[in-house]
């Protein structure tokens, strides 16, 4: 007879194991891939597993996997070529890979061909089937590589075990509709589905109950939530809903996509001063003609008006934004453009990269006749005039009184950092300061991109 409850299957697991098994869990990509790591760490620990420091002292070791990127895919392979030696050493070890990259045919077949020793494989929809995962492959099944599979279902029950005790992932969404050009994401993620907003409120109060003070909600776009639902209810309804809130707590989101960002968005962030004034708004060109290449659906005028509008309406707000340098038929005269637009807007940081081409995407088609040392050139140049516009942005801030979450002390430089409302950073001299709490500093300087202060 089969085992087929989770209490049957922890007890099985827990019995193969002379002392209590250690799970390893390492985690590369978005921080949806974070909140995904971090139900996967919730669904071991209620099978009975510890946590390991590192891979060599684990039980079972899972990478959690990216294909945003070329250069985060070599990663993998790179890491699990070093797993080989472990696995020789104990055969007993299970290793398993899930996530983006093993959404893709090709990827999951190059393990079956070239990683004999992976045991486990599965797919980001599919956390919940991990533990009968396990039990099969320790109940004498030689391997489970699935196959990649789309489902559209949502499963609200999966265990979460956080990286903190006071800052939180909510994701209200899931898989992304936009299909720009350069982007692999729906393809191993999905088509959009968003969570019911009943259940999103019902996390979002247990965080607050549990004294999470910092919860970003999540989303592939999150400016697209409500699509699907039968609740006539969109992103902003939900922000407001969700400031309304009691408690002592700040609420972030990302990604916002710029066709969807709305003035609505906007007004709904002014008036709520538990919402950050903070916002990722990913450019990924300055250039109109490399947006129409890239499918972004919009234009940079319409962009620079949604800035103005923020700058506008929401007090010290910020912005992030992310660059793709060297897409396939990018000019000097594109490159400039971005260029241009970065130093209008002002913003306080940026994710920039190189353009990466990434199989099945229509971006991976196009001719791309520039050398990898100038699209390197222009990204250098680039992160050396952000350096310089956020280091002047920054001086702004100084004399001003702002309220700060401390995140972390960092004991060689006696010295706490915390996290202002609109996302910059400080760091300041205290003693017995509990971490994960707000307080009140007085900005005194700055320095390349942090702030320097002292406790008021």
Known sequence: ??????????????SQYEFPPLAFVNTFGCQQNVNDSEKIKGELSMLGFGMAACAEEADFILFN????????????????????KLKEQNPKLIIGLCGCMVQQQHIVDKIKQSYPYVDIVFGVNAIHLLPELIYQKLSGTKKILLDPVENMDIFEEVQTKRDSSFKAWLPIMYGCDNFCSFCIVPYVRGRERSRKPEAILKEFKQLVADGYKDITLLGQNVNSYGKGLNEEIDFSDLLQMLASEDGDFRIRFMTSHPK?????????????????????????????RILSLMNRVYSIEQYKGLI????????????????????????????????????????????????????GTKAAEMRDDTPRKIKTDRLNFLVKEQEIIAEQALQQFIGTVERVLVEEYIDDKKLYTGRLDNNLTIEFPGENIIVGNFLTVTVTGARKAMLKGVIK
């Open 65 to 84: 996997t990216c294909a945003v990127r070329e250069h985060a895919e070599q990663r993998v392979f790179g890491n699990i070529g070093a797993l080989k």
């Open 1 to 14: 007879m089969s085992i087929k409850t989770f209490d049957e299957i922890s007890e099985y697991i827990i």
């Open 260 to 288: 969807d960002a709305t003035h609505k968005m906007i007004d709904t962030i002014a008036k709520n001063n538990k919402i950050s004034n903070h916002i990722h708004l990913p450019v990924q060109s300055g250039s109109n």
């Open 308 to 359: 103005e509008y923020a700058k506008e309406k929401i007090s010290n707000v910020t912005f992030s934004s992310d660059i793709i340098i060297g897409f396939p038929g990018e000019t000097e005269e594109d490159f400039q453009k971005t260029l241009s637009l970065v130093k209008q807007i002002g913003y306080m940081q940026l994710f920039t990269f190189i353009f990466s081409k990434r199989s």
